[in-house]
């Protein structure tokens, strides 16, 4: 299976500030490229958060704000050296939470002989009674019995936030003997590709949905397991995963399955890894902290056998119409011959995915609260990315357009200008016309490109002083913060 060769450009400013310097902490750390830090950070947060909160889009319920992410990246990109740095903070959660079940099991055992050890001595007097034939006694001593019943001591529930058996018995196991919610996390993608679980791609879909799963089993009673949340984080060479694709063929999109997942290629750093930093790690502990504060956030009784109520993280009224121009902007694309035609299932998802990153990236930075601009922003632009790869690497259409081909060489252009101007956020339309690429030369292909890259959420048109500009997005362009201009993605000339 081939891929189309560009990878897209990862926006390493969409994340909160503090998640900025910790990922650049970890690209000199570790060397990793962006884009697998990126998506591993991103799971790692869905595990951590998945169980607190549910996310309500501007038309629609709440829905759960769980990510898939697959990463493709080369063998020797420090994947596993990545994970355990991330992961760490739910290892040192799930190390704890097995030290307290472990004493909870040993109490539920010790109550749990007492009863099986009087409800034995119930049924020898209901014999008794059956056999003297006294009605009255008879009746009393099974009423005893039910009441009985009723006091049978229940399992402790706790967390598993990670399965290790990555097969479908073990994980519905898993998701009714502790609370539903629980990640598969693993830096070597092949093993979890190769798993009984992922031959069970309708299993997975309902997964990402949080539906309710009934479970039936021989010889006892069929368990109901109320909206299971699980979360997939991985990372595995083009090979395999292509070898995977192969053996599901159309399975692998038309399921609807690959485009649950944020999938994306990471272009290797391999050659260009020459020094060692020595840097503080204030953003990794910053990191851990976070991380430590929402995994202890619930107070969970002993004797609980559900989680509390979620909370539901809504936009915010301004930041509403973030999403639904994203939103808009997708279902457009999805017309005949629209940019998204051909991988129909991703983009039908992408809105939705950037709902649910928007909603982790607002709590992570401000907890519970309404998703403001910024965030709404930030997991569209997001959302965006992976929607490309998905069309980079899965689409049939890759045969590009004129205007598709002069919003490269456009885009390249602004970078270039952008580098020249010391980071201005604008650049005149007609000084595109004038010093711009030769072939945009006319203002009919210069507007076909520029509305490409508009779609792309790359620019943006806007009148100032009577004259026509292009604002470059700071999440692509290195360009400066100008506070005169109003929010990105907001203002009459700026809505998609």
Known sequence: MSKFPTPSPYPRDQFPPELIELNDYLERKTHAPNALIIGTLLGMLSTAFQHLLRVERPIGHPAPIGLNVMTIAATGERKTTLFNLLRKPIDKFCAKERTRLDRLHSFFEEKMSEWTDEKQTLRRKLSKARESEDKSFYDLIREQLREHELKKPKKPKGFKLVTQDATPQAIKQNLDEYFPTTSIIGSEGGVILDSLLFQDLPLLNSFFGGESIDVDRKNQKSVHIKEPLVTIVTAVQWELLSAYIEKKKELFQHSGFSARFLIAESPSNQGDRLFVDDSPRTPLTMYEQRLDLALNMLTIRDDAQELPAPYV??????????????????????????????????????????????????????????????????????????????????????????????????DTWLHHQAQLSGGHPLIAQNDILKFGPNRLRSSHRRDAALTVLRARGRVWWMMRNKKHYVRLNPAFYRVRVDPTLPPWGLGPMGMI
């Open 313 to 410: 993280i809504r936009y915010s009224r301004s930041a509403a119409p973030v999403f639904m121009n994203y939103a808009r902007e997708v279902e457009l694309e999805l017309r005949p011959g629209g940019l998204y035609t051909d991988v129909r299932g991703a983009a039908g998802k992408s809105a939705e995915i950037a709902s649910r990153i928007s909603a982790i990236l607002q709590f992570y930075e401000h907890g519970f609260s309404e998703i403001d601009i910024s965030n709404a922003e930030r997991g569209v632009q997001l959302a965006r990315v992976y929607l490309d790869e998905q069309k980079r690497l899965f689409g049939t259409n890759h045969e590009q357009r004129q205007h598709e081909k002069d919003a490269e060489d456009l």
